[in-house]
């Protein structure tokens, strides 16, 4: 029994034994079918997955391609628009750009040919208009400034720049107050409101009178009635303001000139009225001053006439060629005629010649002539010391004969110098008058040399005396033309 259970027992284990051999090789065999099965189906997937890749790749490679082309059709033309916006900004509108087709790009790109064709017409436009108004400006006869709103220069002509005596670039971008020197009694919103109108004065380096500008401002308005700036226009009105200065001194002059001989007149007439006609005495010497009040008027009102003439252009001279040396040789015969006779406050002069040998002929008008010499004679005569010496001398250049007269007198104040052949002008009027002098003898003697073409002029120190000098056109001639 026991070797049956035993041989049960055995069979049973190897029959189980079997089945787990059996069992374990079954399971091995579908383990390896299995395992070869996912080998395959990996491999499938691997085929799957690098055809997926292969292709989208691809497909990503097209897509870029495409995407470049896109992008390049699209940027192409922009990048053509910004090329010419760029040269646009510099001036150059010659650049257009290529229009291809009918896509709103093309449309940006024709609508842009377009705006550089307007642009370029209107910068035409305006620089023609830039041109004419700088044309004007330049060849305008009063100066113009103009500023923004303020107050700055940004734009000048030359005509004021003269005007000025300034450079441009020590007017742009200042002030205009300060430009004209008025920012103490004007501000900027007071010209705004009032636009008033000033004079102000220019001082010359060359002129000791400085130069009158009268200035007038006027608003620059936009459209919208906004103000932008200020013009500024200058007139020049130097030569005006001094003629009229002129006229009132000269008004002022003459009825000083003929108030003090008629107030003294009055005075010896009303003391002859009360009885002095009656004195044998005193009679005769009241008549004698009014009589010589009377001549002195009398000169002066000739020499008045005489002044307006020449202004008025009415005097013309009547020229004719003469021997210079001879003609002035005349006139000092009869100053040394004068000068022995002791008729001159008993004094005794001298009267010196330097002439040149050669003979000058010269055409001038000899009564006018005589008339200049004449007065610069009695001057030296008059102021000078007795006993004293009177140079006369001629001398010849290249186109002028020169004639100078030295007196040892008393001499003229540098001060005065430039102002002796002003009208009434006197260097000591209580003397002058005294003498009878009426003060217009050297400005008729300036307009008689004038109108000679020629020039007057004086040289002097104080203590030493005076030269005065009279140059005139000259043209030598030979001796064989006159023949």
């Known amino acids: 029994m026991k070797n049956k259970i035993r041989f049960w027992q055995s069979m049973n284990f190897r029959i189980a034994a079997t089945f787990v051999v059996l069992l374990l090789f079954s399971v091995g065999a579908i383990g390896l079918y299995f395992i070869s099965a996912l080998n395959q189906f990996n491999i499938e997937i691997k085929n799957i997955t690098t055809f997926f890749l292969t292709f989208i790749i691809l497909f990503g490679v097209v897509a870029l391609l495409v995407a470049l082309l896109i992008a390049r059709s699209i940027t192409k033309p922009l990048e053509e628009i910004r090329k010419a916006a760029l040269q646009i900004s510099k001036g150059d509108y010659s650049n257009k750009i290529q229009v291809h087709g009918n896509d709103e790009i093309s449309q940006l790109a024709g609508t842009f040919n377009e705006l550089s064709d307007r642009i370029e017409s209107t910068q035409e436009s305006m620089e023609s208009e830039r041109n004419r108004l700088n044309s004007v400006l330049a060849h305008m006869t009063d100066g113009v400034i103009a500023t923004d709103r303020r107050g700055k220069v940004i734009t000048i002509n030359e005509m004021a720049l003269s005007q000025l005596n300034l450079e441009s670039d020590q007017v742009l971008g200042s002030s205009i107050l300060d430009i004209l020197k008025i920012s103490s009694t004007f501000s900027l919103r007071r010209i705004l ?15 000791e009178e400085p130069s009158v500008l009268h200035v007038e401002f006027s608003m620059i308005r936009r459209e919208s009635g906004f103000i932008s700036g200020l013009v500024a226009v200058f007139h020049d009105v130097t030569e005006s303001s001094k003629t009229e200065r002129e006229r009132q001194q000269f008004v002022s002059s ?36 009014t009589l010589k009040e009377t001549e002195r008027m009398i000169r002066m009102i000739n020499d008045l006439l005489s002044l307006s003439r020449m202004d008025s252009g009415v005097v013309a001279l009547q020229k004719e060629f003469v021997n210079y040396n001879n003609f002035l ?14 008729n001159l406050d008993g ?3 001298v009267i010196k010649r330097q002439f040149t040998k050669k003979d000058l002929w010269v055409e001038l008008d000899t009564d006018k002539l005589t008339q200049v010499i004449d007065n610069i004679m009695n001057n030296a005569m008059k102021y000078s010391p007795d ?14 004969v020169i004639l100078s007269i030295t007196d040892q007198g008393l001499g003229i104040p540098r001060k005065d110098l430039a102002k002796i052949f002003e009208r009434f002008y006197r260097v000591d009027k209580a003397r002058a008058r005294a003498q009878g002098g009426t003060g217009l003898g050297l400005s008729i003697a300036k307009d008689i040399v004038k109108a000679h073409g020629g020039q007057i002029w004086a040289e002097s120190q104080e203590g030493r005396g005076s030269t005065f000098l009279i140059a005139l056109p000259y043209e030598p001639y030979e001796d064989e033309e006159w023949e």
């Open 193 to 207: 409101e009032e636009n008033p109108t000033i004079l102000v004065e220019v001082e010359n380096e060359l002129d």
């Open 254 to 289: 003459v009825s000083h000139e003929l108030r003090t001989p008629l107030t003294s007149m009055r005075s010896y007439l009303e003391a002859l009225i009360d009885g002095a006609w009656q004195d044998p005495e005193i009679a005769p010497n009241f008549l004698g001053v």
């Open 329 to 342: 040789n005349f006139i000092l015969d009869r100053f040394d005629m004068i000068a022995k006779e002791k």
């Open 347 to 349: 004094k005794r002069f």
């Open 387 to 400: 006993g004293g010496q009177i140079t006369v001398r001629l001398m010849d250049t290249h186109s002028n």
